[in-house]
């Protein structure tokens, strides 16, 4: 089962689409999501997010926003891309 992943602005839409991982850097620590993870809300600091699409991986720099989990889709609203 695939992974939904959205990473969004208050301007434009960054990325969308099904991804096998996603990786953060949140105000606790760094995460690293997969298929059925558990509903999450946290808060994002400077760093990259990081998904993997058919085992290649992508990545952008942001500085900073929110992460949500919700139902196999992970939304990350974005403040700005570095």
Known sequence: ???KLEIVTSEKNIFSGDV???GVKSAD?????????VPLITELVEGKVTWRVNN????VN????FLEVVNNKVTILVDRIN
């Open 29 to 37: 620590g760094e995460l690293g999501i997969l298929s059925k993870h």
């Open 20 to 22: 096998e991982y996603v």
């Open 62 to 65: 942001i500085s900073g926003g």
């Open 56 to 59: 290649k991986n992508d990545e």
């Open 1 to 3: 089962m695939s992974l």
